[in-house]
């Protein structure tokens, strides 16, 4: 099979079917609309609600985006603190696995009472539920170097800093990479809940539209939201691609 | 073979003696409290069992999309408000209201009353915060009347933290529950009921699905019938039912309970109610919420009113 058919055609006739049958089912009543609007009213919504969707979008897409780069930021500097000594690790390391257990729609309406409403809750929820991946996989990184290099950097007598950005560093970016799209998923998840309190962007909607028993446009906001999403992550993935392709066996293919 | 027989007469006598009760389950869209008092006793009190059917009655919570479970026949039942069922029915949803518990709506918005507010159009004059469900017709209707020039409208968290953590701030609660709970953390609330402003759905409702009320109109009249004797015993004595709602429900203490069921007596008993009978609906309220609903145009059509309820 051609690449191309394979790429783009396949996927393609997959959801044309799905979409088809969706609305089908839908259509002739197996279904309520009630309970899972079909496509064609979802693409109506889209459009007749778009001006409040795009206005929401952007302020979502803000609001991830700010906690995606604090994620990345704190996530991989508090990992690197981490690891420059043992105590601090050993000392802060099982938290770090804890605190991604945290049930962040629970805790939600407190970030409302300490932050405030608005983008400050849903900038903190995000951050809180997509730091951790990036700690823990920064430092598994980090403790994997090649024990080989670790040896030659020793006898070579670099120092701490030459070892960390020559050798630590490179050597854990593809577990960092891992750990952004992780990130990049659980930034949208947490922003959304933290929307929902906060009262701003697709979030809110959701929770409006919900109220008023609009299931078409919940889905719609719905839909927007997992693109927001997927687009953070294939991004990701591009990056990963343009850093990794030369060295690393894991990008050494094409996407 | 002789025993079988037996065993089969047997069991026919026991059916005639005990005709297997018909199974229903109603969902509610709130964790136990007073405002479902009489459908508790009800049950407990055998009233339902008496009328031919068992109650299974599903707690709720935040968000449980009552009208879907019902629409779906996840439940056959379930308790939803008017103005929910006009935007469901306007979605497709086929459900139609067979019982309305309160006449007056409880929605109610709390402020401190040091602020001295002395009516509803007061909340909104002044400078504050207000915390409500904004996809809730009843805030649309507000703005509307009243305007948001002077107030900000942030999403309602649940509880009453938001009201005790703020003095400037007005939060929606039932006035059979908040307001009680926050005298009790020492507030001091000044309550106003959403109905003066003149939006008053019929809260708290019971809905079934319409093909399921055309199949079984004698189901639905012994239904309602069963339901006014658990309201009108839980009106005159709440204990029993509230000492269950307590054990199912302990976030909220049993002096609430007792005092909840006590405030809403009048919002369920009213001039009408005692010409017409508890639950009763009236086609002009229907018709005018519809109108209403409209008019925020939060829907785009409405049903003749009579095909909201029976």
């Known amino acids: 099979m051609k690449p191309m058919v394979r790429k783009v055609v396949l996927p393609l006739i997959a959801f044309v079917a799905i979409v088809s049958i969706w609305e ?3 259509r002739v009543k197996w279904i309520s609309s009630f309970i899972l609007p079909e496509p064609s009213a979802i693409l109506n919504s889209l459009i007749e609600d778009r001006e409040e969707l795009w206005g929401a979008l952007k302020t979502t897409t803000f609001s991830v985006g700010v906690s995606f780069v604090l994620s990345l930021a704190l996530g991989i500097s508090s990992a690197i603190i981490l690891f420059t000594s043992e105590t601090v690790l050993f000392a802060f390391y099982p938290y770090t696995i804890f605190f991604q257990t945290v049930p962040i729609i629970a805790i939600a309406p407190l970030l409302v009472i300490w932050f405030g409403y608005g983008i400050p809750a849903v900038v903190a929820s995000g951050f809180i539920v997509s730091v951790f991946p990036v700690v823990a996989s920064t430092l598994t990184g980090l ?47 947490g922003a ?27 889905f719609a906001a719905v839909l927007l939201a997992s693109l927001l999403g997927l687009l953070l992550i294939k991004t990701i993935d591009l ?17 | 073979m002789k025993k079988i027989s037996m065993l089969m007469a047997f069991i026919s006598l026991l059916a005639l003696a005990d005709p297997q009760p018909v199974k229903l389950r109603l969902a509610l869209n709130w964790k136990p409290e007073p405002e479902f008092g009489g459908f508790y006793d009800a049950s407990l009190n055998g009233i339902y069992k008496k009328e031919g059917m068992e109650i ?19 439940v056959e039942m379930g308790i939803s408000n008017s103005d929910e069922v006009i935007l469901g029915r306007s979605q497709g949803a086929e459900v139609v209201s067979i019982y309305a518990v309160y006449q007056t709506s409880p929605m109610a918005l709390l402020t401190h009353s040091e602020r001295g507010f002395k009516e509803l159009k007061d909340v909104f004059e002044n400078p504050g915060t207000i915390a409500a469900e ?20 942030v999403p309602f968290l649940g509880g009453i933290t938001q009201f005790l953590s703020d003095k400037k701030m007005t939060q929606q609660g039932f006035i059979t529950a908040e307001p009680i709970l926050a005298k009790k953390q020492g507030a001091n609330p000044k309550t106003f009921l959403i109905a003066d402003s003149g939006y008053n759905p019929y809260l708290t409702v019971v809905i079934v699905r319409k093909d399921f009320a055309v199949k079984n109109p004698e189901l639905v009249k012994k239904f309602v019938k069963a339901t006014q004797e658990g309201w009108r015993n839980y009106l005159k004595n709440p204990a029993l039912a509230n000492k269950t709602m307590v054990s199912l429900n302990p976030t909220m203490d049993p002096e609430t309970f007792q005092e909840g069921a006590k405030a809403q007596i009048p919002l369920i008993e009213t001039a009408e109610t005692k010409k017409f009978g508890l639950g009763y609906q009236s086609k002009e309220r229907w018709k005018e919420l519809a ?20």
């Not at chain 1, 990056?239 to 050494?252: D, G, Q, T």
Request: hydrophobic share 45%.
């Open chain 1, 239 to 255: 990056v990963s691609y343009l850093l990794l392709r030369n060295w690393h066996p894991s990008e050494a293919k094409d996407l």
């Open chain 1, 143 to 189: 403790l994997s170097a090649d024990p080989n290099l670790k040896d030659l950097f020793k006898l070579y007598r670099a120092s701490r800093w030459q070892s960390l950005v020559k050798l630590y560093l490179p050597s854990s970016l593809p577990f960092i990479m891992n750990g952004l799209r992780i990130c990049g998923g659980l930034a949208v998840i």
């Open chain 1, 24 to 26: 089908m089912v839908v």
């Open chain 2, 291 to 310: 109108s209403q609903l409209l008019e925020l145009k939060v829907i785009k059509t409405t049903f003749p009113a009579e095909t909201y309820y029976q």
């Open chain 2, 134 to 153: 904004r996809g809730l017709p009843y805030i649309r209707f507000c703005e509307k009347k009243y305007g948001f020039k002077n107030v900000k409208v």
């Open chain 1, 192 to 218: 959304i809940v933290g929307e929902f309190l906060g009262g701003v962007g697709v979030g809110s909607i959701i929770d409006v539209a919900r109220a008023q028993q609009r299931i078409d446009k919940v």
């Open chain 2, 56 to 74: 299974e009655i599903l707690p709720g919570g935040v968000g449980t999309p009552v009208i879907q479970m019902v629409e779906a026949g996840k």
